[in-house]
Structure formats: structure tokens, C-alpha cells
């Protein structure tokens, strides 16, 4: 019996092995040609993409693109902001090869384009009849060019501007100036301030991260008079401008700004205005569509808008688009060219327009002046559209501050290590927005990293 | 404990055996260790050797061309970083509280459980859910449902006690992460003593009941050396895996406000793919796996010694 | 019934203790029970509200007042369908099993090495095992990256599995191994005089005594190669991104969607939850390193 049984045990072992290992290889071999079930002459382009709505609507879109061009297959990786940063930019730099089509803003795309990493969009732009390249914005193209050629085509672009509850400054016998200023505004936030656990004033990023409460920090900064760095790129965090200002900003938010500051960013503020939680708010222009969405927002139809509050400068918005480039890697450029040139086109905008899903309120605004002519867009933004293409054609990222700066970008410095170093400023601030340390100690943290990323250029 | 001890013998008279085989016996007998050992040294090794390598290069990844040797100068600026040591510290707060509250709680639970009560299955069941749940799943679950300052569940409880408003992620943003760190392992090691309880020898504890022992008494002299092992394990296990812990702290508080609730992994993680700064990344790597082994060195073989009960002179 | 001590049901009734004591014991169970439902209830609801969440409409899902009761609706579930979660479920299946499966293949015959036959330095050995558990991943993820993707495996679901392996390789020969040394002596010398060549030694006298160890191992492993986040999320693009991938896909940085986010939560979680749930007995048995008979 025994002996009976091993045999048939030893029989059966390898014949179970090798169907295992045949079925592995099966698909090792499958997933490793990457397209399963790809058919011949179809390519597969990958895109990377951060999940923003107006991203999220797109891909909603796309099976018509494969409608219309049947040889291409698209495939997403929609991933949050912070990620999907991290992870295009380990792929680009590495050479990792995994995406055709990268998402990337006017912070990567002049430096990538300097290292050889992206493909210059000019040749492509041309051979593309009705794609007008000078329709989009000119701040906005120049943020995306390297050397006169643009490396990434924007899909939306943003400035930042402030959201008020005109119900609620009326009530108050409240008028907002034509141009804010700051101190006008903590003014404000002060007399429309309950108190907590009941309406607050203002909402203010506190969230850390060089994209979230560094973004309109930076452009207060700026505003105010202060600097990263001087032209000899010495560091300027301690300067009086620059600590007059981030106190300026952490006394507001911790007064009269929302509960949880340290980690609200633009989501959550979002969330706090739209329930009507906050009166006001200073974000991206791009908030307008969430905010006036009645399926998400309560306040939609409540709301007044106003130019970025200043001080010292005669505007302060930021510059931010949120842009499609190809990498240098990627052996499908006509495919994902087509892909792209059909999602930053004209029709693009007027086919998210119409779909019944999407609607005029959420077409990605700030990349082409056209949509600006467009009546539809004009009936349900003409609030706040003027503001955006306003705040967007004055921004200015060759001089953001007062005095002269040896880098670029209003709310960031167009020089790789920002993102660490911005980041490391942020959790500084972040804290003392929590009340854990002082402004002063923060801002001298900073300046000793800003310090060290200042020496390496000066060399 | 008594019951795994008199095997013991067993088992020794084996490796008495062992060392007198001869060479080709000795390769027959460690012949199945192989490809394990050589699988675990391809995989987790061959990448050390080249942090390693990274470790003594100025390399930052987003400025092609900045590669060069520059020897051990990122050592020197990882032990010149203030950050680094707070985060240090943190990652011991963070590991070590998490374990030893998890342990506590988890034991009076599973002396809860180790009880007759009626529907004790369904009990247990609920219990375990935590531990099952993908971390990061549970962080979103914490950071939103349950602590967000205005719309969470935590807050919405506490507001008849006149306690609502606490923002508890930006002012505790260590315990909160604990919070659900110990939510999550409770349920393990819940699982793991109650499996202790449950192979007590109950012929000692009649022994003990009747003699008129009081509970208390039965308790500290039985149970808790009998639990001695499990919970031993108990604190490796849960320390080798929140010693890591990465998901929880980058959903619940990116690290902040500031780095007050950043611990290595994520201020490693930060560094690298943020900053990009591949050669001052790998240097905190290695300093931290020095760290962590002399660390785990002295506390491993201490427990290896009670756990296993093999002298190493055998 | 035992009152200190669960035994096993068919337990026979220890010598009754004297009626009062017995009476006040039982009444502090009773008052025990109710805390231990108390507890469990507690720690389980949040997991509730996850599940309860999912089927709101978002404007239900955001009130500072929470709603227990609402209009249920599966829009979010059909949203996260709709999203294409398919392909992720598929690739956490094929990391989480073929990860799982080598473990085995790999472990067992390891296990089985440093436990029944002990070779010199297997403290060593062991050690070493336990101590890859403490490298912290993110020191060696760049090198990994690089290295992945210098020989072409970024995005591709295999090079999960072998990481996954070598993630929980260590834990399981640990754990494995304890099993292995419940298995009597004799047994293993009878084997050995019979000349038995070691893997039927391993496959016929060895396995079936420990084969509910190395279920409860198999369950570990599979629940933290299924819940693993760090490496999915860092060397996975469009073809091999796993489960709790595809969730962190779905908190959007604009706007955020609670009812949404907990429906594609839901779906992460449930696989391994139920398998926890209907294996709970073996996990406990498991855990127990081999000490329950």
C-alpha cells in the first residue's frame, strides 16, 4: 500500500510542477509583451495623469478618441498629485520608459526640456492643421517653452484669485475693493469671523507640501516684498519681508482661518466652502468649478470672486498649468501625439462642453484664449472667467517680487531641488500654523536648508 | 510551556546526530535551505550593496551629470541633520508605543475572549476585521471618517461632552497615527495570546482552582508565564513590521505638521523621491539598517534564546 | 462549561465549586460578555461606517451630523466599475497567490532544514532570515527601481511577485519552522533508517502533521502581499498596479469624495477580510507557532 501510494506520489509531483511552471510562463509571457490581447497594428499608448476632475472627465471621454483612431489604444494611471509627481518624475529621469504621455506642470517642463528628457512639441504643432498653437495663453505657452520651443501643451492653467460669499458680506454691509489688499482682507475675515465651531472667517492652505500651503504662501510672500533668494543666491528666508509675511499668514489662518489648518490643503478647503463653513477663500481659479457644481457646493450661485489680494505688487497670482509632454523614451511619439493634440485641442473644449456629464461649468479652463470667446462658457463662468484669463496674462514669473531674483516661478523656484526644499519649508510653517513652533523658528529651520541648495549655485 | 519543553530532548538528541555526519550527509541535510537562502540573499541583499554603493555618491536625480564619489560626506550630513534625529526618535515613539499598547490591550481582549459568553464567534470575528483591513484603506478611514475636525465620527462623539473642535491629526499627529496603528495590530496580537491562552494545560489550572488560589493569583503564577513566549513573539513580530510602517503616516499626515509625526521610512521616502537626492538617501538607509540591527541583534538573540529554548552549545 | 478557561466543548464538567461562588462567577461573566460586545462593536465600527458610507450619495457622506439613515444607492460602486478596477483585482490576485505559492515551494523544504535537521550555525541562518525583515524598504527602493528597470520588469506584475516572495519568505520559514519542530523526533528516525529520500520524508510524515501551520502561514502571506502598498505603488504604471493602487488612485487632490473613496475601500478590503473571517480558526492556530494541538 505504502509503497503503492510514494510511487503514485512521485509520478504526480512533477507532473503538477510542470503544469504549474508551463501555466506561469504563460503568463509571464503574456503580461510581459504588455498588451494582452492587444491586436496587430494597435498601439498601446500609456499615460500618466494626475486625478484631478477635469483629468477624471477626460478619460470619461477617451473611449471616443479610440472610436475615432481605432489603431490607438489608450491606457490611464490616474494618480493623486503628490504620487504621480514622485512617480513621473522617477520614470523620466531613470529613463523607466513606462509612459508615452506624461502629466507635468510649468515647474518640470523648461528644466526637462534643458536635461533632453522631453521631445520638442514644435514639429508636431505644425503638422497638426487647426491646432493653433497661438491660441493659447502667452504667459501660460512661454511657462512651457525651453528656448523658444514649447516641450508640453497645456490642458488647463490656473491662477489664484479670491472666493467670497456675497450673501454673507452683504448681510454684514460688507463691499469687497475692486483690488484687496491684505490687510483689508484680515480685516474682513475678522468681522465675518464666529469664532470656533461655527462659521470662520478665511480658509488658508496649511497643508504641507511645496503644492499646497507653499503655493499661496508663496505669492503672499511675494506680494509682500520678500524673496527666496537674492541675485547672488543668498538665501532671504529670514529677511523682514519674508518673516512679515508668513506671519501675516499664519496669524490669520490661526485666528480667524478654518479648524484643522495645518492640514487643510485644497481639497479640504474646498469641502469647507462649499459647505459653507468658511466666508472666503484664496485658492487656484480652478476651484470656481467645484465650487459653483450645486450637486457638490451649497453656497453655488453665492458667490463673488476678486483678484488675488497685495500689498507691495500690483498683482500676485500664481501661474500654474497643469500640461502633456512626451518623453524623450517613448518609441509611440505619433500615437500619443494624436492622443494629446486631440486632449489640449479646440474641439476638446467645446466636446466637454456639450457632453451632458461634463458641461460648460467644468471645461478645463486657462490654456486656450478661445474658450473665452465661447458663448456658452461666457453664460455660466462670464463671473469669474474675465478674472482667471486676468489673473493668468498678468502673472508674471520672470519677476515675481519687488526686487530682482536670479530664478524663475511666482509660486515656486524653477530649480530642481524646490520640491525637497519647498517641502521641508512647508512642514516648517505647517507646524507653526499647528502653534508647535514659532514663525521665527521656522523660518530660520528654512533658511538653513535654503542655505545649503543657495551654495551649490553659487559655485 | 511544560508541554513544548519535554519535547525538547527530543529534538536535541537530533542535532547530537547532526554533528557527527559526515560532509556529503551535511550537504544533503542543508540542500532544502538552499534556494531559500539564495532567493532571500538575490533579493534583499543585492540591492543593499548597491544602497550601499549610492550611499557614497553626490547623486541628485534631477540634475543629470551631478553623479560624482565623494566618500562618506553624506554620512556627515545625515548626522548634521537636527530633522534627522527628531524623526529618529519618533520611529522608536512610534514603534515601540504602538507594540506595547497593542500587547496590553490585545491581552486583556483575548482574557475577554478566553471566556464562554454568548456569541463569543461573532465577537471575535469583529475583533480581527481591523488586522484584515489593506493599511491603506484603514488610514483613509481614520484620517477622514473618524478624525477629520468637522465631519468626523470622533469629534461628533465627543461634542455632548462639550469637547468638539480638536483638531486631532494636526495636534497630535503622532498619536493619531498610533491611534490607528494600534487599531490595526490590537486585533494580532489579540489573536496571538488568545491562541496562548487556549494551549494552557487547564489540568494545572483545576490543580490550581482547587487549592483555593484566587484568580489574581492563578493569573501572575500560570497564565502569565505561560503567555511569557507569546507575547515575546508578539513584540518582535509587531515591531519588525511598524518599525517599517510607511502607509499610515504618508496617508494620515504626509509626516507633518512639520516632521512630528515623520518617521524614517517616510522621511527616507521623502528624500528620495522628493529631494530626488539618491546619495543622501542611501546613506540614511544604511545608518538606519546599522541602527535597526544592532538594535535587533541584542533584542533577537535574547528572545531567540527563550523562544526557541535550543542552546546554541548543543 | 469551564469558567477560567475555554477547553474544547467536548471538555468533560470539572468538580462544580460551591454553589455561590459559582453563582457570582457566572454573573460576572455575564457583565464581562457585555463589555467584550461592547469592545468588539467598537473596534468594528469604523469598518461598518466604511461599508455604510459607500452606498450614500456624496451629499449624505459630508454632513457634520452623521446620517444612519439614507437613501442607499450602488452609484459609487458602479462609479468604481466603471473606473476599471478589473485589471487591478486580476493583478493583486496573481501577485497575492503565485507570491504566496512560492513562498511555500521555497519555504518549506528551508523550515524543514533548520528545524528537524539542524545544520551548524542555524541561529545564523535564522537570524538572517528575520533580519532582512528590518532592512527598511525604502533604503533599497531606489536600487530596486533601478535595477527593475535596467532589465526591462517595470510594470509587470512579476516582479511583485518575486518582491512579495522575498518579502514574506523571512516571516513564513520563521513561523514554519516552529511547526516543524511539534513533529516527533521518532517519526523523522524511522523515516531516516527506512533510507527515504528527504522529500518524501517531508511530503508523507511531515506535511500532513503541519499542514494546518502552513495554512495559517499561506493566510499571512497572503493578507500583507494583498494589503502591500510601497513597492505596487513605486514600480507599477498601467499594466501591474494592484489593489490598494488603485484606491490611491481615487483620492483626487481636488475635491474630495468620501462616498466614492469608501466604496473603492470596500472593494480593497472585502477579499481579505472574508478569507480572515472564514479562516479565523487556522489563524489563531497559526499564530500560535504551533504550541495548540
Redesign the interface.
Known amino acids: 500500500m505504502r509503497g503503492a501510494a510514494r510511487r503514485r506520489g512521485r509520478g504526480r509531483t512533477p507532473a503538477v510542477l510542470g503544469a504549474v511552471l508551463a501555466s506561469l510562463a504563460l503568463l509571464a509571457g503574456c503580461s510581459g509583451a504588455g498588451a494582452l490581447g492587444a491586436a496587430e497594428g494597435v498601439e498601446t499608448v500609456t499615460v500618466a495623469i494626475v486625478s484631478n476632475p477635469q483629468m477624471e472627465d477626460a478619460i470619461s471621454l477617451a473611449p471616443q478618441f479610440e472610436a475615432e483612431n481605432p489603431g490607438i489604444r489608450l491606457r490611464f494611471v490616474s494618480l493623486s498629485e503628490n504620487e504621480a509627481r514622485a512617480k513621473i518624475t522617477a520614470s523620466v529621469a531613470t529613463g523607466g520608459g513606462e509612459f508615452d504621455i506624461v502629466m507635468i506642470s510649468n515647474y518640470e517642463t523648461p528644466q526637462w526640456a534643458q536635461n533632453g528628457w522631453l521631445t520638442n512639441l514644435e514639429p508636431y504643432m505644425a503638422a497638426t492643421p487647426g491646432y493653433d498653437r497661438n491660441d493659447f495663453i502667452p504667459t501660460v505657452r512661454d511657462s512651457l517653452s525651453y528656448q523658444g520651443a514649447m516641450y508640453s501643451v497645456p490642458f488647463y492653467g490656473e491662477s489664484s484669485f479670491l472666493m467670497y460669499r456675497k450673501d454673507l458680506f452683504e448681510q454684514a454691509g460688507i463691499q469687497m475693493p475692486a483690488q484687496p489688499t491684505w490687510p483689508q482682507i484680515a480685516q474682513i475675515a475678522a468681522q465675518l469671523d464666529q469664532g470656533q465651531g461655527q462659521r470662520r472667517g478665511i480658509c488658508l492652505r496649511g497643508k504641507p507640501g511645496w503644492g499646497e500651503v507653499m503655493a499661496p504662501l508663496d505669492t503672499v510672500i511675494n506680494t509682500f516684498g520678500g524673496r527666496w533668494y537674492d541675485p547672488q543666491w543668498r538665501a532671504q528666508l529670514t529677511s523682514p519681508e519674508v518673516k512679515q509675511a508668513v506671519q501675516f499668514y499664519v496669524d490669520l489662518v490661526r485666528e480667524h482661518g478654518e479648524p484643522g489648518a495645518s492640514q487643510a490643503g485644497f481639497s479640504e478647503c474646498a469641502t469647507q466652502f462649499g459647505q459653507g463653513e468658511v466666508a472666503m477663500w484664496y485658492d487656484a481659479t480652478s476651484a470656481a468649478g467645484t465650487v459653483e457644481d450645486p450637486e457638490e457646493s451649497t453656497v453655488a450661485g453665492r458667490i463673488g470672486y476678486a483678484p488675488a489680494p497685495v500689498v507691495a505688487t500690483p498683482s500676485s497670482g500664481w501661474l500654474y498649468t497643469w500640461s502633456l509632454g512626451i518623453p524623450q523614451t517613448s518609441p509611440r511619439k505619433d500615437a500619443a501625439w494624436r492622443f494629446m493634440s486631440w486632449m489640449t485641442s479646440k474641439e476638446y473644449i467645446q466636446r466637454a462642453g456639450r457632453d451632458p456629464s461634463i458641461g460648460w461649468t467644468s471645461v478645463p479652463p486657462g490654456s486656450r484664449q478661445s474658450t473665452y470667446q465661447i458663448p456658452e462658457y461666457q453664460q455660466v463662468a462670464g463671473q469669474y472667467a474675465p478674472l482667471i484669463l486676468d489673473g493668468l496674462q498678468r502673472a508674471n514669473p520672470q519677476q515675481p517680487t519687488v526686487q530682482p531674483v536670479p530664478y524663475q516661478g511666482v509660486q515656486f523656484v524653477r530649480i530642481p531641488e524646490f520640491q525637497d526644499l519647498g517641502t521641508r519649508t512647508s512642514q516648517q510653517v505647517s507646524a507653526a500654523i499647528a502653534g508647535q513652533i514659532s514663525v521665527d523658528e521656522a523660518l530660520e529651520q528654512s533658511q538653513n536648508y535654503a542655505e545649503t541648495v543657495g551654495e551649490s549655485y553659487q559655485r | 510551556m511544560t ?2 519543553l519535554e ?1 525538547r530532548p ?2 536535541e ?3 547530537g546526530g ?1 554533528a557527527m555526519i559526515d560532509r556529503a550527509e ?1 550537504w ?6 538552499l ?3 539564495i ?2 540573499i538575490i ?6 550593496i ?2 550601499l554603493y ?1 550611499s557614497l555618491q553626490s547623486w ?5 551629470g551631478s553623479q560624482e564619489f565623494v566618500w562618506f560626506s553624506n554620512y556627515g550630513d545625515v548626522f548634521a541633520d537636527s ?1 534627522f534625529r527628531t524623526v529618529a526618535l519618533n520611529t522608536v515613539i512610534m514603534t515601540l508605543g504602538s507594540v506595547l499598547i497593542a500587547v496590553v490591550l490585545g491581552l486583556l ?1 483575548a482574557l ?9 464567534g ?16 484603514a488610514a ?3 484620517k ?3 478624525l ?4 468626523g ?1 470622533i469629534n ?1 462623539v465627543l461634542s455632548p461632552f462639550g469637547l ?2 480638536t ?1 486631532w ?3 497630535y499627529p503622532l498619536a493619531s497615527v498610533m491611534a490607528a496603528l494600534i ?1 490595526q495590530w ?3 496580537m489579540m ?2 495570546l ?7 494545560p ?1 489540568d494545572q ?2 490543580a490550581a ?2 487549592d483555593g488560589a484566587s ?1 489574581w493569583s ?1 493569573f501572575r503564577e500560570l497564565t502569565l508565564p505561560h503567555l511569557r513566549r ?1 507575547i515575546e ?1 508578539g513584540v518582535v ?1 509587531g515591531t ?1 513590521y511598524l ?2 510602517i ?2 499610515q503616516v504618508y ?1 494620515m ?8 509625526s515623520a518617521n ?3 522621511y ?11 546619495g543622501q ?2 546613506a ?3 545608518v ?2 546599522i541602527l ?2 544592532i538594535a ?2 541584542f533584542a ?2 535574547l528572545i ?1 534564546k527563550s523562544f ?1 529554548g ?1 542552546q ?1 552549545a548543543a | 462549561m469551564a469558567v477560567t478557561t475555554s477547553t474544547p466543548p467536548d471538555t468533560q464538567e470539572p468538580a462544580a465549586p460551591p454553589e455561590p461562588r459559582r453563582q457570582k462567577r457566572s454573573a460576572a461573566n455575564v457583565w464581562l460578555g457585555v463589555i467584550a460586545w461592547v469592545v468588539g462593536i467598537a473596534f468594528f465600527f469604523p469598518v461598518f461606517w466604511m461599508v455604510l458610507t459607500s452606498f450614500k450619495q456624496e451629499t449624505d457622506a459630508y454632513t457634520t451630523t452623521p446620517k444612519i439613515i439614507f437613501e442607499p444607492t450602488l452609484e459609487q460602486y458602479e462609479g468604481v466599475f466603471a473606473a476599471g478596477v478589473g485589471p487591478y483585482v486580476v493583478n493583486s490576485v496573481i501577485a497575492t497567490v503565485f507570491s504566496t505559492l512560492f513562498v511555500l515551494v521555497l519555504g518549506i523544504p528551508a523550515a524543514f532544514a533548520v528545524s528537524l535537521r539542524p545544520v551548524k550555525k542555524t541561529q545564523d541562518v535564522l537570524f538572517f532570515f528575520i533580519s532582512t525583515k528590518m532592512l527598511p524598504v525604502v533604503a533599497v527602493i531606489v536600487p530596486i527601481y533601478v535595477v527593475v528597470n535596467q532589465i526591462g520588469m517595470l510594470d509587470n506584475i512579476w516582479t511583485l511577485v518575486v518582491l512579495y516572495t522575498g518579502m514574506n519568505l523571512p516571516i513564513a520559514v520563521w513561523m514554519m519552522r516552529s511547526f516543524f519542530l511539534e513533529v516527533p523526533g521518532e517519526l523523522l528516525e524511522q523515516a531516516s533508517i527506512d533510507g527515504a529520500p528527504l522529500w518524501r520524508t517531508l511530503r508523507e510524515i511531515v506535511l500532513p502533521i503541519i499542514s494546518p501551520g502552513i495554512f495559517a502561514t499561506a493566510l499571512i502571506c497572503v493578507i500583507f502581499a494583498w494589503n502591500e502598498f510601497f513597492f505596487a505603488v513605486n514600480l507599477t504604471a498601467a499594466n501591474a498596479g494592484t489593489m490598494p493602487v488603485f484606491l490611491v488612485g481615487f483620492i483626487t487632490s481636488e475635491g474630495l469624495y468620501w462616498a466614492q473613496l469608501s466604496a473603492a475601500a470596500t472593494l480593497a478590503a472585502l477579499p481579505v477580510v472574508i478569507a480572515g473571517w472564514v479562516a479565523q480558526n487556522k489563524l489563531v492556530q497559526g499564530l500560535s507557532f504551533g504550541a495548540v494541538k
Not at chain 2, 544533503?28 to 535551505?33: D, K, S
Not at chain 2, 509626516?255 to 512630528?260: D, N, Q, R, S, T
Open positions: 508541554a513544548t519535547e527530543a529534538a538528541a537530533n542535532v547532526a551535511g544533503r541535510r542543508r540542500g532544502p535551505l534556494p531559500a537562502l532567493f532571500t533579493v534583499t541583499q543585492i540591492p543593499f548597491l544602497t549610492y541628485n536625480l534631477v540634475r543629470p530633522q481582549l475577554l475572549l478566553n471566556r464562554q459568553f454568548v456569541g463569543r461573532v465577537v471575535r470575528t469583529l475583533l480581527i476585521t481591523p488586522f484584515l483591513i489593506t493599511p491603506v484603506a483613509l478611514l481614520w477622514t471618517v473618524l477629520d475636525p468637522t465631519l465620527l461628533f468638539s473642535g483638531e491629526i494636526s495636534q487599531w490590537t486585533p494580532f489573536l496571538l488568545l491562541a496562548g491562552l487556549q494551549s494552557m487547564t489550572l483545576e482552582r482547587v484568580a492563578t507569546f513573539l513580530l519588525i518599525v517599517n510607511f502607509d496617508m499626515t504626509q509626516g507633518g505638521p512639520g516632521v512630528a524614517l521610512p517616510f527616507i521616502y521623502q528624500r528620495a523621491f522628493l529631494g530626488f537626492d539618491i538617501s542611501a540614511m538607509g544604511v538606519v539598517v535597526t540591527l535587533a541583534n533577537l538573540r531567540f526557541s535550543e546554541e
